[in-house]
């Protein structure tokens, strides 16, 4: 094997871990915002004040959607070879 393909490999193998880990961080990301999302709910159904809940909830989804867009990169990345 020459150098170029050795790169490539060790290339390909970083991006897989990336991708295994980015996806790790979407999973964890769903299940924040489906819990910050019930807090919101519980909140204003109780009657309570959810601004503080609801922007952390903005920010959740900010970060989530950035996760997203990560992964999507990897993908990509990994799908040009």
Known sequence: MD????SRQVQCCVLLRNLALTDKRITTSRSRLARQ????????????????????LTSFETVHSWQVADRDRLIESLSQG
């Open 37 to 56: 999302r019930e807090i919101v709910e519980e909140l204003e159904r109780g009657g309570c004040d959810s601004v503080s809940a609801r922007k952390a």
């Open 3 to 6: 150098q170029i393909a050795i």
